[in-house]
């Protein structure tokens, strides 16, 4: 096994799209950022400088982290950010997972534009498919032009009309002209005439899952999120924030121009403040001309902007492929967790006593079970876990239900006046929950009406989890559990919770650690749409959490307690 050893200098930059010069926060001048190429089993050493303005932290999305929490990553969760002019080495194995993973900022919005693929390699070179010629990211994310902690700022105030400018692949926007008609550079895909590519997708978007097409091409679907997936075919691949996806197209078309599209899948109305945001790209054979001999270049056909089935069955098609043999999915369940996606109302500026459903006295708040996870700079979560001084910081009852059980999908929930008239009223906790180590976890996520109909794409840090069935509407016990896939379940990281559905998921809490399980879509995360699960030590030094590294940041020492 290699070391594979990098500096991250994340600075500010401006870069000129649309006629308009925006200065944004980058690491080491590139958008997306540098790729990290490992092979199973290898080592990363990343040394991160910070010359923001505001502190920063990096989170490496799907590692496994077993026995390195401390290098996680998680604001506050996890470590305390890097503060302006400091710098910090994450050094952490990739062990026992191949495929997409990628690694972003994880501290105000800054992972909109703080962000880059991790790619890892088979150790014998060979994949359970054919050997593509050649792998390409695709990197699907936005172009903002406000500044990021500044869209932080207002959101936590409970502002949320900003959109981004454009959609955009591998940092290029693609289908927008500037001012003067030029129009924005495109993402362009070289290929040979019968060749296989695997384009490895990740969707870094803050806001936004997307569909994705490429005119006259399928597609085989053949992992997310470093596990390997039963292959599927498809001529549409759908991807919320967070998830990757490993996918093989074959150059098989006659040789020409193709248009690609990226756009963003938006739940129905009432959400309509948000633009069809698209990119747009072109696959392009060896040999063709650029104008294509006059030819017009084919565009495909993509569904509509609020189209929110194909999202589903996209994902419900999926099954793990059990190469290599990875572990069973545990039979037994020790804690089992029914978790409502919801939305709900508190009192502005900290207020007890204001009138809960007036608008102008309260925030609306995202909830898990009617908890809505309160942001602090105080400490971060892990080392008061570690040094046993949590109390007053966050409690360890995180509910095993909503308190009061609902029609959690009656579409007639979602109200025709302003939110904050008919939201429960919700209080601001950190409330985790603790876990015995190796114990077996079921959670069922349940998306609820009340959050304008949004979708959910769930993540847990630090391990990789069994989807063992999503569904529609309310989830019910009695005749749910039969759809439970316990013999081929796809192994996730990041799961797309269906608006208006449900997801149940398994996994055994094996890593010692504190782990943030948060909404990926940026705006539920400020809402307090997250949690932490504090996974402890198994019986030996071997299964329990190392102490940390010496340049652990802690908050007000050497570490940031600014946001
Ligand atoms: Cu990519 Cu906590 O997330």
Redesign the pocket.
């Given at each position: 096994a290699a070391i594979v050893e990098h500096t991250f200098v994340v600075h500010e930059m401006n870069m000129t799209h649309l006629c308009n010069s925006t200065k944004v926060y980058v690491v080491n001048g590139q958008l997306p950022g540098p790729q990290l190429d490992v092979v199973d089993g290898d080592t990363v050493v990343v040394h991160l400088v910070n010359e923001l303005p505001h502190g920063v932290t990096i989170?490496w999305?799907?590692v496994r982290q077993l026995r390195s929490c401390w290098a996680d990553g998680?604001g506050y969760?996890t470590e305390c950010p890097v503060a302006p002019g400091g710098n910090r080495t994450y050094r952490f194995d990739v062990s026992g997972q191949v495929g997409t993973l990628?690694w972003?900022a994880?501290v105000t919005c800054l992972?909109a534009s703080v962000h880059g693929a991790i790619v890892v390699r088979p150790k014998d070179g060979r994949y359970p498919f054919p050997t593509p010629a050649r792998d390409v990211p695709i990197v699907i994310g936005e172009w903002w032009t406000l500044d990021l902690v500044e869209l932080d700022r207002r959101n936590l105030d409970g502002n949320f009309e900003d959109d981004p400018l454009s959609a955009t692949l591998n940092g290029k926007l693609g289908d927008l002209s500037n001012c003067s008609g030029v129009p924005e550079e495109s993402f362009v895909l070289d290929v040979e005439p019968g060749k296989t590519y695997l384009l490895r997708f990740i969707n870094t978007a803050l806001f936004s899952e997307y569909f994705f097409k490429v005119a006259g091409h399928t597609f085989t679907v053949v992992g997310a999120d470093a596990n390997y997936l039963t292959p599927f075919r498809t001529d549409m691949v759908t991807i919320s924030?967070?998830e990757t996806m490993d996918v093989l197209m074959v150059a098989d078309a006659p040789p020409g121009l193709y248009h690609m599209t990226a756009v963003a899948n938006q739940p129905p109305p009432p959400d309509l403040q948000i633009r069809a945001l698209t990119s747009r790209g072109l696959v392009r054979y060896a040999g063709v001309r650029a104008d294509n001999g006059g030819a017009p270049v084919p565009a495909p056909l993509m569904p509509g902007q609020h189209d929110t089935m194909p999202s589903y069955y996209f994902r419900g098609n999926f099954t793990g492929l059990a190469f290599p043999s990875r572990h069973r999915v545990p039979a037994h369940v020790d804690e089992r967790l029914f978790v409502t996606l919801g939305l709900g109302s508190i009192c502005r500026g900290g207020k007890k006593d204001c009138k809960l459903r007036r608008s102008n006295e309260t925030i609306t708040v995202a909830t898990m079970n009617n908890v809505s996870f309160h942001h602090q700079t105080a400490a971060s979560l892990l080392e008061r876990h570690y040094d046993g001084t949590g109390e007053g910081l966050y409690t360890e009852d995180f509910p095993d239900r909503p308190p009061r059980p609902y029609n959690y999908t009656n579409m007639d929930l979602i109200p025709v006046g302003p939110l904050e008239e008919v939201l429960e009223p919700t209080t601001k906790a950190i409330r985790v929950r603790r876990f015995k180590y190796n114990s077996s976890v079921e959670i069922v996520f349940q998306s609820t009406a009340l959050l304008q109909s949004d979708p959910n794409p769930m993540?847990l840090?630090g391990h990789d989890f069994f989807v063992l069935a999503q569904g529609l509407g309310n989830f019910d016990p009695k005749k749910d559990v039969k759809k439970f896939n316990y013999h081929n379940p796809q192994i996730r990281n990041?799961v797309h919770v269906p608006r208006v559905g449900w997801t149940a998921i398994r996994f055994i809490a094996d890593n010692p650690g504190m782990w943030?399980l948060?909404c990926?879509f940026e705006f539920h995360?400020v809402m307090g749409m997250a949690t932490a699960f504090i996974v402890e030590d198994g019986p030996t030094p071997e299964t329990s959490l190392p102490p940390p590294p010496a340049d652990f940041k802690r908050c007000g020492t050497n570490g940031f307690s600014k946001p």
């Open positions: 989170h999305h799907g998680a969760v990628w972003h994880h992972r924030p967070g993540h840090h990041t943030y948060h990926h995360i």
